[in-house]
């Protein structure tokens, strides 16, 4: 997705992200005082490893705190509708070249599938899938080579 129109989330990824941010903004942020606190009574801040570790993580968690509001504030958020094509959002049903039978959720990495393959829409096969319909070939180039598969089935994600 273009940078404006923002991250499309599944409702549900929107929820467990609401609810990281939720928990990290709270008891994150009392958990790591509470670390920063302890440190700082161990002495001479210029040697305390504690001390060091516990303001590096806080940066991380602080980072983390940004980065999620900045897709919650940003996320396109809704199910995806029943169409003929790959779109983002879709599970697709593809056949590789050893006959092997896979499902592949096309979307942004937020979104989890337990059970099936997650191919990000920037990724090589979640761009060569996007706006593929049953029964087309699509080939993309990977690391390990080119990979040709088939569509089987397209079918929008219910979770």
């Known amino acids: 997705m273009s940078a404006d129109r923002g991250t499309w989330l599944t409702p549900a990824a929107y929820e467990k992200l609401k609810a990281e941010l939720e928990y990290l903004t709270t008891e994150g942020r009392r958990k790591i005082e509470e670390r920063i606190s302890e ?3 161990h002495g001479d801040l210029r040697e305390n490893a504690e001390y060091d570790t516990a303001k590096n993580d806080q940066g991380m968690m602080e980072a983390r705190i940004r980065q999620l509001k900045h897709l919650l504030d940003t996320a396109e958020v809704r199910q995806v509708e029943h169409s003929d094509e790959v779109q983002i959002g879709s599970v697709v049903t593809i056949i590789d070249a050893d006959g092997d039978e896979m499902d592949v959720f096309v979307a942004p990495a937020e979104n989890k599938a337990p059970g099936m393959m997650l191919a990000s829409p920037d990724s090589p096969l979640g761009a060569a899938l996007l706006g ?28």
């Open 39 to 41: 440190a700082r009574d």
């Open 132 to 159: 593929a319909s049953e029964g087309d070939q699509v080939s993309y180039e990977a690391p390990a080579g080119t990979f040709t598969l088939t569509v089987v089935a397209v079918r929008p994600f219910e979770g």
